[in-house]
């Protein structure tokens, strides 16, 4: 197999596995540069060659114009995305411009007209999973996006094979390498959240105009639809999954959650709790002796429970343009070393074959961590704890902090695992105490045990 002189001898149709690529942006020219680098070893390696046979891109004479000549001669470029989708010699259509319009239309297009798809995009996936899925089974092709979740890192892939056996009941991500980037910085360095977004902004990590989708946690939502609805067989889109950002967090809650033994990450986590499935993402307070918590700077991980294969974490680069060509092109390898052009059938179909409720919110349980500052006077706990007990909200411990202004003081309370309309509605409560100057922070807390 390790004869570079295969790359001469291809010999039939079904070793040339033609691709054509639809947005030449930042991923469009890392999976370009990577086919084009490594063409010698995936052939070596798989026995296929894969050409990229047509590149279409909005801007395309700008941007195909930054590739060596010898990378471009035998591609041909276009402005139109049809070009693409309706050449027959195409097998598969690779969908690099995200967002779900157009790119729905060209993925589903190219599904109808018989081509794999492989994509990084989230949004689309997150959002249109379902009727992208039924175009693909009933063309017999197949719709491939290890990408569009954690970058470089491999799970999808793992999921839909080596762990396929296993119920999956929790699946546990760091899935947001913006996020966890700032909360790294405000943790190491003291910066505020103010100063470490700015930071990141600077870095080209966050968008400048408007870094919602990851500080709001909607890139992670994304994210986390995808692995639920893999992992409970069953589909999550992503308005189905409870969202809260970082915006919050303050440097307080830092100091007190690390003198508490904890660590803040924005956390994505997924579980089938009796057959419903709770989908949130949210910052949460975790052990400090976690492997998650280990996760830094703009790392990803996804760490899992199969009834089988016990836990299982995935970790590495979660975006940036060589680890996500990285998956795009395992993809795009795992379809041509399934290709067959007279017998098309999906790789791995879609595995949602269940349909399970999703809960709300209110009806999950967590623990939570709940900051106040109060009055320093006599019954001000038996206050708050009375609001606490009769909304059934358990304390399992209290901290008390002077503050420098004399008469005030901070409260930090951990709950044991409660119903969070109960922990809503105690807030309410509390905030009309009249010994109760602020509710600062109500952040959960997950043990991961
Ligand atoms: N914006 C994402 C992140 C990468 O910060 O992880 C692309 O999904």
Redesign the pocket.
Known sequence: MNDINKNQAIKTDNENINIGIIGLGYIGSGVFKLIESQKLYIVNKTGKYIRIKRVADKDINERASKFEPSFRSEIIFSANPEDVINDPEIDIVVELIGGIEPAYNYVINSLKNGKYVVTAN?DLIANKGESLFAAAAEHGVDILFEASVG?GIPIIGPMKSSLAANNISKIVGI?????N?ILTRMQKENLSFEEALKVAQDLG??EKVNPA??IEGN?AAC?LAILSSIAFNSRVVFNEVYREGIKKITLEDIKYANDLGYTIKLLAIGSDEGGSICARVHPALIPKDHILASISY?N?AVYLYGNFVGEVMSYGQ??GDRPTASSVVGDIIQIARNLDRNNKKPVFGCTCFINKPVKQIDEMENKFYALMEVKDMPGVLAKIAAVFGNNNVSIESMIQKQTKESGSARIVFITHKVLNKNMFKSVKEILKLDVVNQVLNIIRVEDLQ
């Not at 899935?175 to 996020?179: A, I, M, P, R, S």
Request: net charge neutral.
């Open positions: 989230k970058g899935v947001n390498g913006t996020t980037y990590y966050a989708a990851d890139d994210k703009a990803n979660g975006a």
